[in-house]
């Protein structure tokens, strides 16, 4: 066992504090846009103090994330003894932090443009007990071989038992493990034209527009608008189509080098996602963490018979920021991500025959859409009155969304697996074991008593909320049916 | 036919959700007050008198009366060897089943309007969920809150 101290590459240093400035550059925005860039650097002038009080302390700020991202290179130190991966770090208050390696649960890499240049990776410990949305440890950028290095002490101890497996073996392991999926050009491009960050991109769109607003004359605007309005509808609905366009063209980018050469593969009772163009990303997910798997199917997709297969998993963040859930295949033939999926887990039934809601609960999937259906439509009829009228087309369509709701609604049990089907829009297939699920409820309504029908929701752990499955409106006899299989 | 779950919380409970509909009702009252007040001083539409006092006495009818007497006879709770189950709710009634394998710690909790009334809430807690049974006579809350804990300390972990 080498107690030898390792350190992060000088790099982190840098690394580090340009993150810690890049925080700055928020609070610098709004500083500059609340005083309403009255700024002035002439000492005769009445803005000076201030301009000189804020800079001040915005310059303060930014000195002390310089220096604290050279602080953290200096007393970061980590080493193996004992069967632990050992950090040490702090100036003034000391931290020690032992894991164990048995406890690791999963070593992420994350390659930055920093890091590439330098043939650096981030590493990111995460075990069980990572909740609070951060890993437990995280190595801010050490070569590549220090990261290998760390992998094969973690083997090592883990593989204790059995000592015949040498260094190399592990080693060839590694390179040899079987890839069970991997992004083509053509479906990363399907996947890229179809994502829904174009909402991301508009929310984000609308946020800057927000920020601006003292800046930006909207009132000249506005006027400006009506008097365009009096032009033409056509030239808004042209302007409003091309930001469309050019927010689909950004997340379509964004998209591209995110999931670019993406990869799963297993290895050991885990799977292995590697991806990005830019910024390179390992994350493991160990098998045993897996608490429900969902295929997801928006309309676009199911048209095209393509899915997403969605992972729920307890703990561990995977190094997607903040969400616990994980794709594990972004986009995938629906066909063919069966078959893998029984590769992975050959003890699940893909393929459950599904009880579906029955034919007299149909209603029940846009009736209560009508509550705020009626106040809107007669709001914008009233209001706008030629056009609103034109709202009144919600109706039949929240009638057919409700109808292919209804057909999609479904459930089955098999052994010790529940499977639930249903849509909001895009088309869910929930699958859940008996042993992860965390509690199942049911809901009724009084006029859903009258006819039977009740909806049935199951809770799975994924992260730290949980993640529910709720299929509306089935037989009451099937909801309960589901609920005394979850009881004994 | 599932039957329902068995036992129904305290009968003080009752008192307590009224008493808090009243106090709702009085918040909405004072609102109601600065409003007529505004009304009253800037000339706006005398229709908004009407609204406000419907809406006192509407606040009145249902959240000090008729809504905590569903909400009670509604409300059934049960805690069997291997599992809890809770029923509760308005319009929608919500029946939901808790395994004890599933139970990772129990919490009682005692505001002071509770406490006046020797009440307490008691919140189990799953790895994803909180359910919480409110009202309980406090002894009755520890009591449930120890045979929890020991029921669920039975069963081994799985998450």
């Known amino acids: ?488 | 036919m599932r039957s329902e779950p068995i036992h129904k919380i305290s009968r003080k409970g009752l008192t307590v959700w009224r008493l808090y509909g009243v106090l709702q009702t009085i918040i909405l009252l004072i609102i109601a007050a600065l409003v007529c007040y505004g009304t009253y001083y800037f000339e706006w539409p005398s229709f908004i008198y009407f609204i406000a006092v419907v809406v006192v006495i509407l606040s009145a009818i249902l959240s000090a009366y008729i809504f905590p007497k569903v909400r009670w006879e509604r409300w059934r709770y049960e805690v069997r060897e291997s599992e809890i189950e809770v029923q509760h709710g308005l319009f929608v009634v919500k029946r939901t089943l808790i395994p004890m394998v599933r139970v990772q710690h129990v919490d009682t909790t005692q505001g002071p309007i509770l406490k006046k009334y020797g009440l307490g809430n008691i919140s189990i807690s799953t790895a994803a969920t909180v359910h919480t049974i409110p009202a309980l006579v406090m002894e009755e809350a520890d009591g449930l809150r120890a045979r929890i804990s020991e029921l669920a300390r039975v069963a081994e972990d799985d998450v």
């Open chain 1, 1 to 488: 066992m080498s107690k030898e101290v390792n350190r992060l590459h000088p790099v982190s240093a840098v690394i580090s504090s340009a993150k810690a400035l890049k925080s700055m550059i928020f609070p610098l925005v709004v500083i500059i846009i609340t005083n309403g860039f009255h700024f002035s650097f002439n000492f005769h002038s009445d803005n000076f103090w201030r301009t000189a009080f804020l800079f001040g302390i915005w310059g303060v700020g930014a000195i002390l994330a310089l220096v604290s991202g050279i602080v953290k290179w200096r007393t970061f130190v980590y080493w193996f003894e004992d069967g632990e991966l050992r950090v040490k770090y702090g100036l003034f208050v000391k931290k020690k932090r032992y894991i164990p390696f048995e406890r690791i649960q999963s070593l992420n890499y994350n390659e930055g443009i920093f890091h590439r240049i330098f043939g650096l990776v981030k590493v990111q410990v995460e075990t069980a007990g990572s909740k609070d949305r951060k890993p437990e440890v995280e190595l801010t950028a050490i070569r590549k071989a220090a990261a290998d290095a760390i992998e094969l002490e973690m083997r090592r101890t883990k593989n204790k038992t059995n000592e015949q497996m040498s260094d190399e073996q592990s080693q060839t392991e590694e390179v040899l493990a079987p890839t069970i999926y991997h992004m083509s050009i053509r479906d990363l491009l399907i996947l890229a034209i179809t994502s829904g960050g174009i909402g991301v991109v508009l929310s984000g769109l609308a946020a800057i527009i927000s920020q601006l607003s003292d800046i930006i004359p909207y009132e000249k605007i506005f006027d400006e608008l009506a008097d365009f309005a009096k032009i033409g509808v056509f030239i808004v609905v042209l302007t409003v189509i091309f930001s469309l366009i050019v927010a689909w063209f950004v997340s379509f980018i964004i998209t591209l080098i995110n999931y670019y050469e993406y990869t799963v593969r297993t290895e050991d009772e885990k799977l292995i996602i590697t991806k990005g163009l830019l910024e390179k990303k390992r994350v493991t997910l160990p098998l045993n963490r897996i608490q429900a798997i969902r295929i997801v199917e928006n309309p676009l997709r199911q048209l095209f018979g393509f899915a997403t297969v969605v992972v729920e998993s307890a703990g561990g963040n995977g190094g997607e920021g903040n969400d616990k859930k994980i794709a594990l295949f972004p986009l995938i033939k629906k066909q063919d991500c069966l078959g893998t999926l029984e590769q992975i887990f050959p003890d699940v039934n893909w393929r459950p025959e599904f009880i579906h809601s029955p034919n007299r609960a149909r209603p029940f999937f846009y009736r209560i859409d009508f509550i705020w259906l009626v106040p809107i439509i007669g709001a914008c009829s009233y209001y706008f009155y030629p056009y609103g009228l034109l709202s009144l087309l919600l109706i039949p369509l929240s009638i057919l969304i409700g109808i292919w709701q209804h057909k999609t609604a479904a459930y089955r049990i098999d052994g010790k697996q529940l499977t639930m089907q249903y849509r909001v829009f895009s088309r869910i297939t929930f699958f859940m074991e008996k042993k992860r699920i965390q509690s199942i409820g049911t809901t009724q309504t009084y006029f859903q008593k009258r006819k039977n029908v009740m909806s049935v929701k199951a809770t799975v752990m994924s992260g730290m909320t949980g993640m529910t499955g709720n299929v509306r409106n089935l037989e009451q006899q099937d909801a309960e049916t589901i609920v005394s299989w979850y009881e004994h």
